[in-house]
Nanobody
Framework: QVQLVESGGGLVQAGGSLRVSCAAS????????VAWFRQAPGKEREFVAG????????YYADSVKGRFTISRDNAKATVYLQMNSLKPEDTAVYYC???????????????????WGQGTQVTVSS
């Protein structure tokens, strides 16, 4: 059974940095991809960044491109989202998600997301 557990959220001032982590267990989806999403109060969940588990292909939402970096440590089965130059509008609950049929390329990510973490709160103060 796949389990995703996010951590590392918190309160940071605008312009600051934060790194959130997603530890995966029971994972045998090496040919698929993993992604970060976020959901702000009163808004729909939106895609943030994605990458393949077995390659360095990444894709970012325009709103975070150049500020956020997705990476992974396969030995630890952990995916990270480094967030720099944070803005108040980045405030949201951040989730990681993956699925056997989920794929990412340089032009985007697509497919079914079968597994989600519980989320971690990121709050950026102005």
């Amino acid at each position: 059974q796949v389990q995703l557990v996010e951590s590392g959220g918190g309160l940071v001032q605008a312009g600051g940095s934060l790194r959130v982590s997603c530890a995966a267990s029971g994972l045998s989806l090496r040919n698929s991809a993993v992604a970060w999403f976020r959901q702000a109060p009163g808004k729909e969940r939106e895609f943030v960044a994605g990458m393949r588990w077995n390659a360095f292909t990444t894709y970012y939402a325009d709103s975070v491109k150049g500020r956020f970096t997705i990476s992974r440590d396969n030995a630890k089965a952990t995916v990270y989202l480094q967030m720099n130059s944070l803005k108040p509008e980045d405030t949201a609950v951040y989730y990681c998600a993956t699925g056997a049929a989920y794929q990412c390329s340089r032009s985007g990510c697509d497919g079914s997301l079968d597994y989600w973490g519980q989320g971690t709160q990121v709050t950026v103060s102005s």
